[in-house]
């Protein structure tokens, strides 16, 4: 997943993603463990990227360290 991102967008990932799941139950963890991420779309360069999961979510990860 994160071979085709910048070293900065691989960077956001792995910190806004240990972020999100901290944030869950393990529970709700276990469907979005990193082998769970299927996408990656760089939206907005230096803004945000939306992150794919397989069972159909996703979630923006912003360079200020936030999810939605």
């Known amino acids: 997943m994160l071979v085709k991102l910048s070293g900065n967008e691989q960077k956001l990932v792995e910190k806004v993603y240990k972020r999100h799941v901290n944030a869950m139950g393990l529970e709700e963890e276990k469907k979005y463990g990193k082998?769970?991420?299927?996408?990656?779309?760089?939206?907005?360069?230096?803004?945000y990227l939306n992150i794919h999961f397989a069972n159909g979510e996703w979630f923006k990860y912003c360079v200020d360290g936030t999810w939605g």
């Open 35 to 47: 082998g769970e991420n299927t996408k990656v779309e760089k939206v907005i360069p230096n803004k």
